[in-house]
């Protein structure tokens, strides 16, 4: 059978050669790290596949999706597996690429590798990043909130994919939609494809061993069995962490994303904690006699971005012509600089993040927030964020059409309750122009409203897209006549498809 194989694949003396491979200085746990990560993103993709299965993208049904995951044991193990892999997976990718800088091993021929291996450490983060927001729970959506407009300062381009991502002005289901499209699809297989293509210039150039003066002197190995042995083994202590977490800290999921509270403060991913305590250091705004500096720009553009310049143009940076530890002083106390200012960064954001919640209204418990329903967690967040939580009344029958619509399509601005977001979105309950000239209302849904507009004397500046084309005529009177007589006190004539078809600017 195998001499079967071999004649038609190759497949059997290209394993041989793999196995029997040297390994310079011989088998070593200073190799593992690249073998551990690879193993912990199968991890992800398997575990990834099955939670596809039980979760729905969308501002209507990701929290509760996600929510019925946790009241299942077995998804509930998924995705606590999933959670802390991916922090293993990211933790291993940082580990690998600092191993391979205090080495030296980024030095010709290996400097695409090492280009290649901090692609994948971006492309890693991408996953975490976009995989924060789809719990749509509290944290999720405020912390998701903060990355986006970190990536909105940036000139020119950053309002383009800021907009891009959030499938318009604001967060919602398209929001969802993309963030799950990058992360199951897009992300994984960029992460595949450098994955290949590492594997495949490490096979071309072989490893770069330890650092000594004459490598012609040392040892070798072969990669099976000691070499794989070792691998194996710390695969295994990766996986077993990765279930003792899983077991004994099971992430936390947080009361539906509620838009309207505005005392919520996010918890970052620790991998971001760097970044979050740059931009918690910095004001605003600072100028230097009439030259105004924009700080924020600085502190989360323009310095992460020079830092990753910097990072990816090491090997031609590193004019050494060895990969001895004399000769590469200034990029290893570079690096130690770097690895400090990072922790206490990390660790200042820590701290002011946890004294800000600390002073913010609780939120409810693990137990409280999976005893909840849809509706129920959505009042009681509102309600610890300050604002009172409304007592809009149930839709009718005739309008269950309608409070889908809005539910998906407006919630996200409006508030579930049409509540509305202060400065950016007006209520829409207890609003008359709600219940004023139903063409108007008819107007406002279907060409959308720019630029400020004032209700009850405050004034808001969000945008309100065009629904034409995009909802169906039917679903834009069935979405009015719910806003018109079931949130709040709402008590206005209902809306007919007719009077909107006859509608006319």
């Known amino acids: 059978m195998l001499n079967w194989i071999e004649k038609r694949t190759g497949f059997v003396s290209m394993t041989k050669d793999f196995l029997t491979e040297d390994v310079p200085g011989g088998a070593s746990y200073w ?18 596949i099955f939670l596809t299965f039980f979760y729905a993208p969308s501002a209507d049904t990701a929290w ?53 291996g901090v692609l994948l450490l971006l492309v890693t983060l991408v996953l975490g990043l976009t995989g924060y927001l789809l719990p749509w729970d509290m944290d999720a959506y405020f912390a998701s909130q903060v990355s986006l407009n970190i990536t909105g300062l940036a000139p020119i381009a950053g309002p383009i994919l800021q907009n891009i991502a959030q499938g318009g002005g604001t ?18 297989a960029a992460l595949v494809g450098l994955v290949g293509a590492h ?35 710390v695969s295994f202590l990766v996986f077993v962490v990765i279930i003792f977490l899983t077991l004994f800290f099971p992430p936390f999921l ?6 309207t509270n505005s005392q919520f403060v996010p918890y970052p991913a620790w991998y971001f904690l760097s970044l979050f305590g740059l931009l918690g250091l910095v004001p605003p705004s600072l100028s230097i006699g009439p030259i105004p500096l924009p700080m924020e720009l600085i502190a989360t553009i323009i310095v992460p971005t020079v830092f990753l310049v910097v990072v990816l143009a090491i090997p031609w940076l590193d004019r050494s012509t060895t990969r001895s530890f004399s000769s590469r002083k200034g990029i290893l106390w570079g690096t130690t600089i770097m ?6 960064l990390s660790v200042y954001a820590q701290v002011t993040t946890m004294a800000k919640q600390a002073a913010a209204p609780p939120s409810p418990s693990q137990a409280t927030v999976l005893a909840m329903s849809e509706t129920s967690t959505t009042s009681t967040s509102t309600t610890a964020g300050g604002g009172a939580a409304p007592s809009g009344g149930a839709p009718s029958a005739g309008s269950a059409n309608g409070a889908k619509v809005f539910s998906t399509n407006c919630a996200s601005c409006h508030g579930a309750q049409g509540q509305g977001s202060p400065g950016a979105f007006p209520p829409l309950a207890n609003n008359p122009v709600v219940t004023g000239d139903a063409n108007k209302v008819i107007g406002i849904l279907v060409d959308g409203l720019h630029g400020s507009i004032s209700v009850a004397g405050q004034t808001y500046n969000g945008q309100m897209p065009a629904w034409k084309g995009t909802l169906s005529n039917g679903d834009i009177a069935d979405v009015i006549t719910y806003i018109r007589t079931a949130l709040g006190n709402n008590k206005a004539s209902a809306v007919t498809q007719a009077q909107v078809n006859a509608y006319k600017p």
Do not use: C
């Open 31 to 48: 190799y593992v790290f690249g073998s551990a990560t690879l193993f912990a993103m199968i991890v992800q993709i398997v575990t990834g």
């Open 64 to 116: 509760e999706s996600t929510r019925a995951i946790y009241l299942n044991p077995f998804t509930h193990f998924l995705l606590s597996v999933h959670y802390w892999g991916a922090s293993a997976m990211i933790a291993l990718v940082f580990l690998h690429l600092l191993q391979v800088l205090i080495w030296g091993a980024y030095k010709s021929p290996r400097e695409l590798q090492w280009v290649v």
């Open 171 to 188: 967060m919602g289901t398209a929001t969802i939609n993309r963030f799950f499209g990058l992360h199951v699809w897009l992300m994984p």
């Open 199 to 233: 594997l495949a210039i490490f096979r071309h150039n072989g490893s770069a061993g330890p650092v000594v003066d004459d490598p012609r002197k040392l040892k070798v190995g072969r990669f099976w069995p000691d070499q794989m042995f070792m691998d194996a083994a």
């Open 254 to 259: 947080d009361a539906k994303a509620d838009p």
């Open 339 to 344: 690895v400090i200012v990072i922790v206490i």
